[in-house]
């Protein structure tokens, strides 16, 4: 269970954006100072790109997308690959791998893995939501997120723009989100999760309809 419940995460707090296949520090220590807090830079250009991708997703109304999931251990060798499905509309979700579907009503988010038929149900707090809510990733730069404009590149045949998110809380074991967005649609394409310890996760997100 506990090993279906990091891979959950890896695939929510991102994707479509936003966390690791590991176990990340978000919290820090209980009493922070500015010492603990790198200055918040945010690149207007990588906003712009992030508010347009957000507008994109909400004015399509839903969407179904397909990825590929490669969590990666310390070192960043590649420990587990993983194939299959979201549909996002609003807050609400529904995933599904072959070991498990997980859906999110807005309230309440049950998962059900499939060779045990064990439901487990939670309700996620609003700090919770943050991390768990795919679409958060447009969001980032507003939750102690610092947002880079990286460029754009070729990756797989396709021009794609680069966004660099790098948490703020300088004691976070997370180093880096990488998303790449579709030039033209600004749909994405991959995000790339690194630890410090160089684990994380890649996600190719295979088709968006």
Excluded: C
Excluded at 76 to 99: A, C, M, Y
């Amino acid at each position: 269970m506990k090993n279906f419940q990091i891979i959950i995460t890896a695939i929510f707090s991102l994707v479509f954006f936003n966390a690791s296949a590991q176990k990340i520090n978000t919290q820090g220590p209980k009493s922070i100072n500015s010492k603990n807090v790198i200055n918040s830079k945010n690149d207007p250009k990588a906003i712009a790109v992030l508010e347009k991708a957000s507008a994109v997703f909400n004015n399509a109304g839903g969407v179904k997308a397909g990825f590929t999931l490669k969590t990666l251990g310390t070192g960043g060798r590649i420990d587990n690959v993983i194939n299959g499905t979201i549909k996002l509309k609003g807050s609400r979700f529904r995933l599904e791998v072959k070991e498990m579907i997980t859906w999110f009503d807005g309230k309440n988010q049950w998962v059900y893995l499939t060779d045990t038929k064990e439901v487990n149900l939670s309700n996620p707090t609003e700090d919770e939501l943050l991390m768990i809510n795919p679409v958060n990733v447009f969001q980032l730069y507003k939750h102690g997120y610092n947002s880079k404009y990286s460029g754009e590149k070729n990756e797989g045949g396709k021009s794609v723009i680069k966004i660099q998110l790098v948490p703020s809380q300088k004691y976070s074991t997370l180093l880096s989100i990488d998303a790449s967005f579709d030039k033209v649609s600004l749909r994405p394409v991959k995000i790339i999760i690194t630890n410090k310890d160089r684990s994380g996760s890649t996600i190719d997100i295979t088709s968006y309809v």
